[in-house]
C-alpha cells in the first residue's frame, strides 16, 4: 500500500512524496506555504491521477524519460523520478493510478 509523506523543508515549505508500497518516491510535490494547501495538493492528485490525460510525459535532456502529474487547471502538481526507459516511465504512472486514491497521509 503507498502513502503520501508530508514534511516541511528548509526553506519552511511544505511538500509530500508518494511512495509506493516498496517505499520508493513515485512523485514528489512543489512547495506549498501552508500544511493546508500541501493537504489540497494531495486530494488533487487522488482527483487527477485517474486520467491518464492529466499525465504529461517528457525527455530530459540526456533523454531519460520523466513526467508530471498536472491538475484540471495546468498546474503542476508533481513531478517523478528520471527513469530508465519509457516502460519504467509508464510503471510509475502505473502505480500512482493505483497507489494514489487510497494511500494515506503521514506527517515526518
Request: with cysteine; hydrophobic share 30%; glycine share 10%.
Amino acid at each position: 500500500m503507498g502513502k503520501f509523506e508530508i514534511k516541511k523543508d528548509k526553506a519552511g515549505k511544505f511538500r509530500f512524496n508518494l511512495k509506493a508500497g516498496n517505499h520508493q518516491v513515485i512523485l514528489s510535490s512543489q512547495g506549498y506555504s501552508t500544511k493546508k494547501a500541501c493537504e489540497n495538493g494531495i486530494e488533487s492528485v487522488r482527483k487527477n491521477c485517474k486520467n491518464d490525460k492529466m499525465f504529461d510525459r517528457k525527455k530530459a535532456k540526456n533523454g531519460s524519460p520523466y513526467f508530471s502529474l498536472k491538475s484540471s487547471n495546468g498546474q503542476v502538481i508533481g513531478s517523478s523520478e528520471m527513469y530508465s526507459g519509457t516502460s519504467a516511465m509508464n510503471k510509475g504512472i502505473a502505480s500512482i493510478k493505483k497507489n494514489a486514491p487510497k494511500a494515506k497521509v503521514f506527517e515526518i
